[in-house]
């Protein structure tokens, strides 16, 4: 439990070399990630401008991590919550784990986000904490307008699977309407991504500002 804030009381440590500080946050993102590791990470070089070259801003890292930890404080207070519940409810007798599942308990390959975890830059453009936030309060029952995941209300994008038709948030690649045979197919990304560009920022320029000579992202 003490992981992630070991880890980012690391990142925040200016005698540290900023491989290791980045390194650290690294660790954080595998012990939280809202939008999965790969979408999360790539979410916070943008919300953070997390430079390429990393001595031009080493602030960014202590943004990322900060806008991380922010998210998880909101996370952990509805998990603990949900966890109380449940042995009050396995107390009273009823084991079986109520529909829906907490958003944080679903698996990514039966989950409407699956396109975040094979393409990581669809994932929602909201900050962290807000993303939890709204899944929090869809939780407790509230009817939030838009795409459930990012509130973006145009149109959706179909995207066939051959056989059938999935209907996609246009902002998040969520899946608003499943394929009618009632599989959960893989997400195809538009281009192909390159997980190690993305790890070092080939997206975002030494001043933090999103690459124009990328077109990736
Ligand atoms: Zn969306
Ligand atoms: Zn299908």
């Given at each position: 439990?003490?992981?992630?804030?070991?880890?980012?009381?690391?990142?925040?440590?200016?005698?540290?070399?900023?491989?290791?500080?980045?390194?650290?946050?690294?660790?954080?993102?595998?012990?939280?990630?809202?939008?999965?590791?790969?979408?999360?990470?790539?979410?916070?070089?943008?919300?953070?401008?997390?430079?390429?070259?990393?001595?031009?801003?080493?602030?960014?890292?202590?943004?990322?991590?900060?806008?991380?930890?922010?998210?998880?404080?909101?996370?952990?207070?509805?998990?603990?919550?949900?966890?109380?519940?449940?042995?009050?409810?396995?107390?009273?007798?009823?084991?079986?784990?109520?529909?829906?599942?907490?958003?944080?308990?679903?698996?990514?390959?039966?989950?409407?986000?699956?396109?975040?975890?094979?393409?990581?830059?669809?994932?929602?453009?909201?900050?962290?904490s807000e993303y939890v936030r709204r899944q929090n309060a869809i939780l407790d029952g509230a009817d939030l307008p838009g795409c459930p995941?990012?509130?973006?209300?145009?149109?959706?994008?179909?995207?066939?699977?051959?056989?059938?038709?999935?209907?996609?948030?246009?902002?998040?690649?969520?899946?608003?309407?499943?394929?009618?045979?009632?599989?959960?197919?893989?997400?195809?990304?538009?281009?192909?991504?390159?997980?190690?560009?993305?790890?070092q920022r080939a997206h975002i320029s030494d001043d933090g500002m999103p690459n124009p000579h990328c077109s990736a992202g």
């Open positions: 439990m003490t992981s992630f804030l070991t880890h980012r009381a690391r990142v925040h440590d200016a005698r540290l070399p900023l491989r290791r500080r980045h390194s650290a946050l690294r660790t954080c993102i595998t012990l939280f990630a809202p939008y999965g590791f790969r979408a999360t990470y790539h979410h916070l070089t943008l919300s953070a401008a997390i430079p390429r070259r990393l001595e031009a801003d080493p602030d960014a890292l202590v943004r990322a991590v900060e806008e991380l930890y922010e998210a998880r404080v909101l996370w952990l207070a509805r998990a603990e919550e949900y966890a109380a519940q449940r042995r009050a409810e396995k107390r009273a007798g009823r084991r079986a784990v109520v529909n829906p599942r907490p958003w944080w308990l679903r698996s990514w390959w039966e989950g409407p986000n699956r396109a975040w975890y094979e393409d990581p830059f669809r994932h929602p453009s909201l900050r962290l995941a990012c509130g973006d209300e145009r149109p959706l994008e179909s995207s066939s699977t051959g056989h059938g038709w999935v209907e996609l948030c246009r902002g998040c690649a969520w899946v608003l309407a499943p394929c009618p045979c009632g599989q959960r197919h893989r997400f195809v990304p538009e281009t192909p991504f390159n997980w190690k560009g993305i790890w």
